[in-house]
């Protein structure tokens, strides 16, 4: 999973950057505007607190670095794992997977060197390791180690990972260039007071493609060429990261011709539309938008009221009416576009008249003023969200309305992240009706932490408080196996199991959308982890 987005920051990739496959495009008339030859311009929707990749927890240090550091592993632009300072993704086809499932083996590239001109190694992923899982360290996403024995380097090409049960995830998360495991130079801090106030944080020193220049705080990072690269040096000579939180001001600078690749919203479509020398890319990915019920609480305790709610939204009119055309509609926690994806999966279609027989059948019966009751009780409860977007307060206002018109009194509270995460978030302690929220999903279809009762927060993100051992079974059943054709049918009957029991309504996965210079070759977004991964091949 996404450790570093979580939930709070999913609404950042809804509405401006989301997750990713192969993009689409429309092109502009092309006259290059302020192109600058061998100089890419990327705005950044904020700084970023350090560029030590094993403190990072945001999302756009987890961008950033990516394109001064490697993993054994990354994503590419079809969120495939491929190779990276590994010369292969541990298979069992090539011997890097054990019969046991328990041991991964890597073997390294030859001949790698960090920006100040020193070897690579095996010692630099075992120091990696030892640094993650050091509790001393502020490693935000340790998690992913966790189901790991041992490590061992057996010698400077080699590293064996031995987990503790079989684990298809682990291949994508351990050592993934991204939040999981950037590698990092054991000779400059091995010996370090203090790795989490170590000045490499402000001056980073990697293997990849791009190595630092210069940080003007608030302002831009600027990152050169690596003409040591192992796969070739980048055919540009400066990439510029440029710090520009108002969502205006980015958007103006693309008018302007001031940037060459920009994150942009649905609303913005028709400002750009008449755009020459631009290019709008679309991306469709793994963040996911839908409603969470707390099963716990009357009335989302008796499954007829989840399934009467979900049968009582025109989810498709919702999704097109607020993310104009820009989100592909969900029927279930896995993406239409993903090999774990079941068409046949049980999902309740729009029916009001069904919605309000089964309310009925609950107990729950229209009053003189159209509001249902329980006796004395009406069917009444507040759906919470995150403040800060039209378009999600548009999407909270249109569930409101599909609601109330089948009998439910339904108030809004749209509240800052802190409010809803947090050790003290509504999220967390469980303090909710309903909520309208979201996350980005790692490649890999494991949904255990969503829906597993092993992973109520804060040991998990299962906010809905959904309990069922025959989910649990399902799931353990498929991650420990590393083949495609037997984990699938897991999550087919997965998936169905959770349309029938309504813990959450699937709505949309939504496209992340980039206004890109048309000048600009050989840019392939996967926000999902880093647009970085192929800067390598970028051309300008």
Known sequence: MRYRLALCLIWCAIFNLGGCTQPSTSVHPRNGG?????????????????????????????????????????????????????????????????????????HLRHGVVWHDGQPFSSADVAFTYATITNPHTNAPNVSAYRQVEWLATPDPYTVVVRLKSPSAPAVGQLFCNGENGQIIPKHLLENSADFNRDAFGLHPVGTGPMQFDRWEHGSRIVLKSNPHYFAGAPHIRELQLLVVPDANTRLTMATAKEADVVGIAPNDLDRVKTLTGYTVMEAQGFTEVYLTFNVTRTPFDDVRVRRALMMALDRKRIVENSLRGTATLANSLMPPYHWAYVKDNGVLPFDPAAAGALLKQAGWTPGPDGIRRNGERPLAFTLISYSGSATRSALAQQIQIGWRAAGADVSLRLSPANVLLGTTGLLTTGKFDASLDGFTFDPDPDRAYLIGRRFF????????????????????????????????????????????????????????????????????????????????????
């Open 34 to 106: 302020s192109t600058v030859h061998g100089i890419v311009r990327y705005v950044l929707a904020g700084d970023v607190n350090t560029l030590n990749p094993t403190l990072g927890g945001l999302a756009l240090e987890n961008t950033v670095t990516e394109a001064i550091f490697d993993g054994l592993v990354k994503l590419n632009d079809r969120d495939d794992v491929a190779p990276d300072l590994a010369l292969a993704v541990p298979r069992r086809s090539n011997g890097g997977i054990s019969k046991d499932g328990r041991t991964l083996t890597y």
């Open 457 to 540: 927060p804060p040991r998990g993100f299962n906010a809905s408080r959904y309990q069922n051992a025959r989910a649990d079974e399902l799931s353990d059943k498929a991650m420990a196996s590393y083949e495609a054709s037997a984990r699938a049918p897991l999550y087919f009957d997965l998936q169905r199991l959770l349309n029938r029991d309504v813990p959450m309504i699937p709505l949309a996965w939504p496209k992340s959308l980039y206004l890109v210079n048309a000048d600009l070759r050989g840019f392939k977004p996967e926000p999902v982890n880093s647009d970085f991964w192929n800067v390598q091949d970028w051309q300008i």
